[in-house]
């Protein structure tokens, strides 16, 4: 490509830097008119979303169904690419039904920005100082209410340090412990920390370097509980697996996870298959879970499994779940993408607390399916089962012969491209 041709992009319109990159790119006419399909995401809107808009990604919206959640029932949307997933949560929170769906809690959405202070002559003193005034900081900061959140319930409510070592020198770390109420909470932070600042520099004579939001929403966790029982286990098999012999795989596979880190980081990575579906469907910052959730399994320990598993005296699988899940319902995407709202309405959380709770059961619920499939049948059958309407649609199948080349590609137990357009072949000259 021409770098050249790209000067000045960000101040072209959205048409004129199609056009470029279509030219640059050699795009054909129908990769061009891809691209120009919005959909609800309408390019102007988009165009005010992010830099350098040239057209919109649709993701496919599907979902998940039967969770019960401390009583109540929801239906979850998920925004993602990858077959089966859908499935596999709906499956998982069917299996926990008979046992009373998932029980769930949630910490104040409180976070921690973070204000880093370099120069300072006795760092330990003035950490100290801070710490000793920390009550009248906090209450000169809520009183001027720099982010609007204090007359919501929200505000600074704790001042925490440290003094760090480094290879730059003593460093003194200040934790700014903001509840955020419903908003994701990074503007609100770091608003804080702005106004903050000053007078933290006058008791520790030092300056400031950073002022940021920590992903690592450790006062923020989500918590889900679940409870399968032996028999919907034994069920789910179709009665291939005695129900205790599922338990016990399902356990065993568990503990690979907690003392192997090379799968520990794919198990940790199927519950973000849920999570991030949702969180992206919500129009939030899938992001920030990530790095928070991998964070959290590595905080004060060796990097470990994100969810728990044990059985209970009736020889019943017990599932457990805690991650930081850093959630808004106000502000950024959230109300800037059409769909997000849309998405929120059809879960019907009140806050942001609720939204943690169903999110941390999505992801438990998802990591059962994956642990169960994985421990039993294997992985694969379900997932190619599904993988092959994609191949199908890959090789040209349109319509009705999408399901039938999925199906005789699943039956060959050979889902691949080749084997798909031979099939794509053969039922088209019968159809002849």
């Known amino acids: 490509m021409d770098a050249s041709a790209f000067e000045g992009y960000y101040k072209k319109t959205p048409a004129e830097r199609l056009e470029i990159l279509s030219k640059q790119a050699q795009l054909t006419d129908a990769e061009k008119s891809n691209l120009q399909k919005s959909g609800a995401l309408e390019i102007d809107a988009a165009n005010r979303m992010i830099e350098n808009v040239y057209g919109v990604y649709p993701l496919p919206l599907g979902l998940a169904n039967n969770f019960l959640i401390n009583g109540k029932e929801y239906v979850v949307p998920f925004a993602v690419e990858e077959p089966s997933v859908v499935a596999a949560a709906s499956n998982a929170a069917k299996l926990a ?10 910490d104040p959405s409180v976070m921690i920005g973070q204000l880093q202070i370099l120069g300072s002559k006795e760092p330990e003193k003035g950490l100290k100082a801070i710490l000793g005034k920390k009550k009248e900081l906090i209450e000169e900061i809520n009183k001027l209410d720099p982010s609007s959140i204090v007359k919501f319930g929200g505000g600074l409510k704790d001042i925490e340090g440290r003094v760090a070592e480094s290879s730059r020198g003593k460093m003194i770390i200040m934790h700014a412990l903001v509840d955020c109420r419903d908003s994701m909470g990074a503007n609100s932070v770091n ?13 520790t004579g030092g ?4 002022r940021i939001i920590s992903n690592l929403a450790v006062h923020r966790l989500a918590r889900a509980k679940a409870v399968w029982k032996k028999e919907a286990l034994e069920e789910s098999t179709k009665g291939e697996f005695k129900g205790s012999e599922v338990v ?18 794919t198990h940790n990575k199927g519950i973000m298959n849920g999570i991030d579906a949702v969180v992206i469907a919500c129009g939030n910052d899938w992001r920030a879970i990530e790095a928070g959730a991998h964070s959290y399994a590595a905080y004060k320990h060796p990097y470990a499994p994100l969810t728990k598993y044990s059985k209970n005296k009736d020889g019943d699988l017990v599932g457990e779940i805690e991650l930081p899940l850093a959630l808004g319902m106000i502000g950024g995407a959230v109300r800037s993408h059409p769909l997000a709202p849309i998405s929120l309405k059809i879960l019907g959380v009140k806050n942001t607390q609720e939204l943690s709770q169903v999110i941390a059961c999505v992801g438990l619920a998802q990591n059962l399916a994956a642990l169960r499939a994985l421990a039993t049948t294997g992985i694969s059958a379900g997932h190619m089962k599904l993988h092959g309407r994609n191949i199908a649609v890959m090789v040209g199948a349109a319509g009705d012969e999408i399901d039938e080349v999925a199906k005789l590609i699943s039956q060959d137990k050979k889902v691949n491209a080749d084997n798909a357009k031979m099939r794509l072949e053969e039922l088209r000259k019968k159809k002849k």
């Open 191 to 203: 608003t804080i920390l702005e106004a903050l600042t000053p007078k933290i520099l006058e008791l």
């Open 248 to 265: 016990e795989r399902i356990l065993d596979a568990y503990e690979f996870a907690v003392v192997d880190q090379f799968r520990c980081s």
């Open 207 to 210: 300056e400031h370097r950073l």
């Open 97 to 106: 039904r008979p046992a009373g769906g998932f029980t769930a809690s949630a």
